[in-house]
């Protein structure tokens, strides 16, 4: 079975600074998303990642994927407390299962002054 | 578009009891998933359909879980009998036809409570 793992899986930092979630994947894909959960609500969907080399912008957050490195990353710039959430990386890894996402644990960032 | 609809958002019910959790998907979007989130196992994949058609029931727990697709607007989830262990924040989402680059789309969620 697919496996997707997120690192870190807690991530407290100040507003102004700057980080990187990391998103490992242990089969082949170039499929992967980002979703954005925030306390007691749903997952609401950040990038789409298509391809090898793709990166995707909004805002202060930045998405890149690496399929040869089965790797994604998050970056995240000048943090700000509105981007305090559960980040979550999941993977489609195609063929008969196409649709079907493969979740990591989530991220939860914590932004604070 | 309304979005992923589900119903109830909450429940509180007891030991024993039969639970069933309602979904309606975005028009138009053929595939549907149920999902499982808990503090402890993370977000779990239980079932999925293709055009109302059952594809990988392997994430149900047990079989005390079923779920059916009556038609392409309509799933729910039952559970009967229920148990505390099963408390937890139920999930649907749905997609186009699994094409290329179509992300799911997640409903608000149904919070189960078993007592």
């Known amino acids: 079975e697919l496996k997707v793992e997120q690192n870190p899986l807690f991530l407290s930092m100040q507003e102004g600074k700057n980080y990187t979630i990391y998103c490992n994947y242990s089969?082949?894909?170039?499929?992967l998303y980002w979703y954005r959960q925030d306390p007691g609500k749903s997952l609401e969907s950040l990038f789409v990642l298509l391809s090898n080399g793709a990166v995707k912008q909004e805002g202060r957050l930045m998405a890149s994927l690496d399929t040869k490195a089965r790797l994604s990353t998050l970056h995240i710039t000048a943090a700000v407390h509105d981007l305090s959430a559960t980040y979550f990386c999941?993977?489609?890894?195609?063929?008969?299962?196409?649709?079907?996402?493969?979740f990591g644990r989530g991220t939860q960032l914590t932004v604070w002054p | 578009d309304a979005g992923v609809i589900q119903s109830p958002r909450h429940e509180v019910t007891e030991m024993g009891q039969e639970v069933t959790l309602r979904c309606k998907p975005i028009?138009?979007?053929?595939?549907l998933f149920w999902y499982r989130q808990t503090m402890m196992r993370g977000l779990e994949l239980l079932i999925y359909?293709?055009?109302?058609?059952?594809?990988?029931d392997s994430g149900m727990p047990e079989d005390r879980f079923s779920a059916k697709m009556p038609n392409a607007s309509f799933s729910t989830l039952k559970i009967q009998p229920s148990e505390p262990r099963d408390s937890a924040v139920y999930f649907c989402?749905?997609?186009?036809?699994?094409?290329?680059?179509?992300?799911?789309?997640f409903g608000p969620g149904t919070r189960l409570t078993v007592l």
């Open positions: 989402a749905s997609i186009p036809y699994a094409a290329r680059g179509n992300e799911q789309f």
């Open positions: 359909f293709n055009n109302n058609v059952p594809i990988d």
């Open positions: 028009s138009g979007h053929n595939s």
């Open positions: 999941a993977v489609d890894r195609g063929g008969s299962t196409l649709g079907r996402l493969y």
């Open positions: 089969t082949t894909s170039d499929r």
